[in-house]
């Protein structure tokens, strides 16, 4: 079916995701679940049937994760943005191929995630696979942890300098990070989505705050910190 | 190695950190942390740091959310296929 000259209009409402053919979904609260699950899931059907303001709408659900998402894996958001056009481009392309199995908003996650690493792999030549992104190398591991505790980080880190922290992280101990600690998933979806381990992925993240504290102790000290 | 919570080193202590995170458990009444400065000092800012990716970074809506569309709308019709 093709679109028609005029830009598709985009739903004015931006309702939280919400799953379909619900396994586990992102733990962002999801309120009156029944009657959503079956807009959502109408929308769905309607989108993988070629219905273009349907998956204006999906789009309307579901970019603000996407796009947050994206922004936290790579931040700055120009890249962001592209990164999300070729989520919702990948999404478009596979969409009849989604069977409910999952959370439509995992499957897209999960998308989302392929796209954010194939864009990482890109930019760092020498990462040859996403086992060795999900792995770092020796000196890129966080260092023991039995220093003076010298410096309280509680109450102490400011915005700009944990998403510097987070930039610095190895792709694989952010991406974890960035599910686990600011998008709310579980270890258990966690590991779904990366297909590995729950114990890998519970490794991943202390390895990854192991490291962000490394940086943040770091850091010159700001009048007014603790 | 020394698997007893009241006499764990702090090796032992911290490479279980990950599993006591993971399960939910309340890892301050730990018997190794009643005595150890360092792994309450370790294990308070590990807990700042999550606390502070939960508090810093809200969902974001796309900047150019509607002109994010537009290309997006674009290219699908580029590739002729809705």
Redo the contacts between chains.
Sequence with gaps: ???SAS??Q?PRE?PRPSSVGVAFAPT?GVASKSATNHDTADILARAQA?D?QA??HL?SIH???I??LC??MVGN?AE??DL??EA??QF??KITSFRGDSALSTWLHRLAINVVLMHLRKGKLQLDSLDEMMEPTADQRPG??????DI????????LT??RAIDDLPPGYRLV?VLH??E?FE?NEIASLLDCS??NS??Q??KA??K??EF??NQPRQEGRK | MNNSPNNMSCAEFQAQLPDLFGCGEMIGDHPHLRRCNLCRALLADLNAIAEAARDLFPVEEPPHADALWEHIESAIAHEGVV
């Design positions: 079916m093709p679109i830009s598709t985009l931006t962002d070629g273009h998956f204006a789009y970019k603000r994760r796009y947050s922004l936290r958001v962001a943005e999300t056009q919702f481009l478009h392309r023991r942890s039995f220093g003076a505790p309280a980080l509680s109450g102490a880190i400011d915005r944990l998403q990070f600690d600011i709310g270890h729950t114990g519970k490794s993240l202390h705050r192991l962000l504290r943040l102790r």
